[in-house]
């Protein structure tokens, strides 16, 4: 009898949590303090910032250059999907290195490995979800391309119409994956919660919030673009810089303080 008794409680307290967690009202530029917070934590910490910042480079040169050299669909799938299960593994290691500056810790590359591996469950559910996403969004840029075949003299309207189309229809798939990831994996980093808990949040918050969320958006492409146009060394500082910035949107939107912190 007695034994049983934390086990309910347990039970209970899980039952009375919400679906989700709520999340604040956001001034549009908000972002832009994200960012000034994000450059904080990289200046603090700049070894293991910009350490995963090369990591992020060196496998990125890598998938292209396997991308070149073999040029197999089915290879390059694999590539990918790996890929994209071991990003959200590095993403969180900018968010653990935040959490320990603002805990007033001294950041370590063992802390942020062994932090970001606990929650290997949940990030695996994520990352199969964006793998889910991408296998959909590459088949319905196959049957676009079947109702716009190639032609035989060039069609200026055609195209046009196209690459619209195209275009519209990836920006729906990337938005979806930008709303469920805003602020899910910050989320799984700081409370005890599972993934799909912190992905309706983050959709929640998201929608909630679309001015913010707009001007965060182009603050993100335009941080990846000129790390790309630099032939992706820029990657290195800018990525971090996303990474620590992404946690203090995290804090400063989603009121979490229902879910129990982890333990150390």
């Not at 001015?211 to 335009?222: F, K, P, T």
């Not at 820029?234 to 810089?241: D, K, Q, S, Y």
């Amino acid at each position: 009898m007695t034994d049983s008794t934390p086990s309910k409680k347990h039970e209970d307290a899980s039952d009375a949590l919400p679906f989700a967690a709520p999340c604040k009202d956001l001034q549009a530029s908000a972002p832009i303090r994200w960012i000034k917070l994000g450059w904080q934590d990289l200046r603090k910490a700049p070894v293991q910032s910009l350490g995963y910042g090369a990591i992020i480079l060196m496998m990125s040169y890598l998938l292209a250059f396997l991308a070149v050299t073999l040029g197999n669909f089915v290879v390059l799938l694999a590539l990918l999907s790996g890929f994209v299960f071991l990003g959200p593994l590095i993403a969180m290691a900018f968010y653990d290195t935040s959490l320990q500056l603002q805990n007033g810790r001294k950041p370590t590359l063992a802390h942020s490995l062994r932090n970001s591996w606990r929650h290997i469950g949940n990030q695996m559910v994520f990352a199969l979800i964006l793998m889910i996403v991408f296998l959909v969004w590459a088949r319905a840029a196959s049957l676009i391309h079947v109702f716009f075949p190639a032609l035989t003299s060039p069609d200026m309207a055609q195209l046009a119409l196209f690459l619209v189309i195209g275009t519209l229809v990836g920006s729906l798939f990337a938005a979806f994956v930008f709303c469920i990831s805003a602020f899910s994996l910050p989320m799984i980093m700081d409370r005890d919660a599972d993934m799909v808990t912190a992905a309706v949040t983050s959709f929640n918050a998201v929608l909630r919030n679309k001015a913010a969320m707009a001007v965060w958006v182009l603050l993100i492409v335009g941080a990846v673009g000129a790390g790309i146009a630099t032939g992706f060394f820029g990657l290195a500082v800018t990525l971090p810089l996303i990474g620590h910035a992404t946690w203090h949107a995290y804090q400063e939107t989603i009121d979490s303080s229902a879910w129990p912190r982890h333990k150390e």
